[in-house]
């Protein structure tokens, strides 16, 4: 159960798109389809962004988009905004009902 | 409002125990799994536990294993963490979370965390 490999940060300036990264293996990420996403704000519980690699909740806004290509998973935000600043966990499921997360990437917007 | 709130967080000394408590409100518990999810200070979530909707299914994280026990009570609408033999290295916020109904294996409403400290 080896934790999925994010950048530690990213950065951007509004109006701008940005990528982050999550790559696992054969037995997480590129072995199911049940890649999510959470953002979390300083001192604040995790919020669920996308899952199922590319679907999104009620309520997230279309400028959060996820995929996947083999073993790397991907976010990109576009149309960057100040209260996109925050940390972002990517999350796999790992078969046999565990998950495996990422280690987290800041996002900074300039 | 639909909520988890966690409970049961505090100081303990290497081998204690401590019973978490995540009380949910306002949406139907029995429907949902839930997990336990833990964050050190400064550092990123690890998934530790999950248990099905019935109680029936139940799994840990390596790190966790033979040490911690989930349940839940679908009649009091809780969910628990019986922790054991606790080390210093379980000293994180723990956060209840539940399962989201349209996904296999996504959770989609958080409790705001309890700390807890192991620390002599």
């Known amino acids: 159960q080896s934790a999925l490999t994010q950048p530690r940060s990213v950065s951007g300036s509004p109006g701008q798109s940005v990528t982050i990264s999550c790559t696992g293996t054969?037995?997480?990420?590129?072995?199911?389809?049940?890649v999510s996403w959470y953002q979390q704000h300083p001192g604040k519980a995790p919020r669920l962004m996308v899952y199922d690699v590319t679907e999104r909740p009620s309520g997230v806004p279309d400028r959060f988009s996820g995929s996947k290509s083999g073993n790397t998973a991907s976010l990109t935000i576009s149309g960057l905004q100040a209260e996109d600043e925050a940390d972002y966990y990517c999350c796999s499921y790992a078969g046999s009902y565990t998950w495996v997360f990422g280690g987290g990437t800041k996002l900074t917007v300039l | 409002q639909v909520q988890l709130v966690e409970s049961g967080g505090g100081l303990v000394k290497p081998g204690g125990s401590l019973r978490l408590s995540c009380a949910a409100s306002t949406f139907t518990f029995s429907d949902h799994y839930m997990s336990w999810v833990r964050q050190a200070p400064g550092k990123g979530l690890e998934w530790v536990s999950y248990?099905?909707?019935?109680?029936?299914?139940?799994f840990y994280a390596d790190s966790v294993k033979g040490r911690f026990t989930i349940s839940r009570d679908n009649a009091k609408n809780s969910l628990y963490f019986q922790m054991n033999s606790l080390r210093a290295e379980d000293t994180a916020v723990y956060y209840c979370?539940?399962?989201?109904?349209?996904?296999?294996?996504?959770?989609?409403?958080w409790g705001q965390g309890t700390m807890v400290t192991v620390s002599s």
């Open positions: 979370a539940r399962g989201y109904r349209s996904s296999f294996a996504a959770f989609d409403l």
């Open positions: 248990i099905s909707s019935s109680g029936d299914t139940i």
């Open positions: 054969s037995s997480d990420v590129g072995g199911y389809n049940y």
